[in-house]
């Protein structure tokens, strides 16, 4: 059974950190994983994304603030989130992707940053 579980995730003040973890269960030869964003009323956005190979990639608006991680092991990435803004304010949803197109999601975990 593919499963993704995203866990971390709360309610924090502004300047806080939160650490998000992800764990892929049933999903082979992961190529890249990731984590996504979506806030009230706006389109879901990529924040971070790393390849098998540990290349990473950051949206403009989360470049120094946030790091990604990953253990090939364990098949979980990690995203380390630093003076955290209001607008940081989401739900943070975790993806693996396998080649092909084919993307697998978790159901979100989500993240308040309040002022």
């Known amino acids: 059974q593919v499963q993704l579980v995203e866990s971390g995730g709360g309610l924090v003040q502004a300047g806080g950190s939160l650490r998000l973890s992800c764990a892929a269960s049933?999903?082979?030869?992961?190529?890249?994983m990731g984590w996504n964003r979506q806030a009230p009323g706006k389109q879901r956005e990529l924040v971070a994304g790393?390849?098998?190979?540990?290349?990473?990639n950051y949206a403009d608006s989360v470049k120094g603030r946030f790091t990604i991680a990953r253990d090939n092991a364990k098949n979980t990435v990690y995203l380390q989130m630093d003076s955290l803004k209001p607008e940081d304010t989401a739900v943070y949803y975790c993806?693996?992707?396998?080649?092909?197109?084919?993307?697998?999601w978790g159901k979100g975990t989500l993240v308040t940053v309040s002022s």
């Open positions: 993806n693996a992707n396998v080649g092909l197109g084919i993307n697998y």
């Open positions: 790393i390849t098998s190979g540990g290349s990473t």
């Open positions: 049933g999903i082979f030869n992961i190529n890249a």
